[in-house]
């Protein structure tokens, strides 16, 4: 598969410059491909599979076939992956007059603007890489869900726990669990018409991928949100979220992804209320009254 990192000598995403250097050793169908994804590689990264084909002129079996060429096993993930890469590749625009170190005799103002303009980037990047037709059908699947187990481990743990703090006031029967042992007692009880959604910034973390695999075993649908659209997380779910995330000084990859992950959470959120207006709205007001009295 294309080198992981965002650009190379000739200013396009790896796997773009990867496409563009084999084009010509490509059989014709294939080549109609290649060529549409980069006429337009945002576009592609939106269409789906037989809309790929139709605007290649092609047949959807020769999409599948690119895909796999390109290394990867079916269509939904060179999606994820093509449109992680945009969104690098976008992000390394943004950046160009930002630096990231952050050094010991740095002023407060400098140390803000970095951390902030790190923050921004990585929000700016996960919005431009959102699939969105897969972020509704989540939303979809958690709006009639009979439960939903949220699952991850360090910080991501924390993401799960705002996640359950939102679907709870809405009137959704939601768990967040950092411990391993809890979350597969619950997910082995998991059925048909439950969502386990597993987080997880590098999408390889063995108690998240224990979980998840325990959870679809039972029959469970798994969401999976991570980083890396690569990941073994992501291969093994059922519909995959990606963010992005932009380290600095003193804040690795792992502990900045909290605000992009929390984003795409959000995002999830509000399509669920959009769907249960009514259900919603009525929750949050009887919360909001619930807790009235408390209120110093």
């Not at 060179?78 to 005799?105: C, H, M, N, V, Y």
């Not at 603007?113 to 509704?136: K, M, N, P, S």
């Not at 924390?158 to 391993?180: K, T």
Request: proline residues 3%; glycine residues 6%; contains cysteine.
């Amino acid at each position: 598969m294309a080198d992981d990192s965002p650009r190379n000598r000739s200013g396009l995403a790896p796997m773009l410059a990867h496409i563009e250097a084999e084009l010509d050793a490509l059989p014709q169908a294939l080549a109609r491909v290649a060529s549409e994804v980069l006429r337009n590689p945002r576009d592609a990264a939106t269409l789906t599979l037989v809309e790929l084909a139709e605007r290649a002129r092609t047949a959807p079996a020769s999409a599948t076939r690119f895909c796999r060429w390109l290394g990867y096993d079916n269509y939904r993930m060179f999606r994820a992956a093509l449109a992680t890469e945009i969104a690098r590749a976008e992000q390394a625009k943004w950046e160009s007059d930002l630096g990231q170190e952050i050094l010991p005799d740095d002023p407060p103002d400098r140390v803000l603007e970095v951390v902030a303009g790190a923050d921004a980037l990585a929000i700016q990047g996960t919005a431009a890489q959102i699939d969105q037709r897969t972020a509704v059908r989540v939303a979809q699947l958690i709006s009639r869900a009979r439960r939903v187990d949220l699952f991850g481990v360090g910080g991501s743990w924390l993401s799960a726990l705002e996640m359950q703090y939102r679907l709870e006031r809405i009137g959704i029967a939601a768990w967040s669990r950092n411990d391993v042992h809890s979350a597969l007692t619950s997910a082995v009880l998991l059925g048909a018409g439950d969502i386990a959604f597993g987080i997880s910034h590098s999408g390889r973390t063995k108690q998240t991928l224990d979980v998840m695999a325990r959870a679809r075993a039972s029959g469970a649908t798994t969401v999976a949100l991570t980083s890396f659209a690569s990941s073994p997380l992501a291969h093994s779910a059922d519909l995959v979220l990606t963010s992005s995330v932009r380290e600095t000084t003193f804040r690795p990859e792992a502990l900045a992804a909290r605000h992009s992950q929390l984003l795409v959470l959000d995002f999830i959120y509000v399509l669920i209320a959009q769907l249960t207006y009514e259900r919603t709205t009525y929750a949050l007001d009887a919360t909001v009254k619930a807790v009235e009295g408390q209120k110093a």
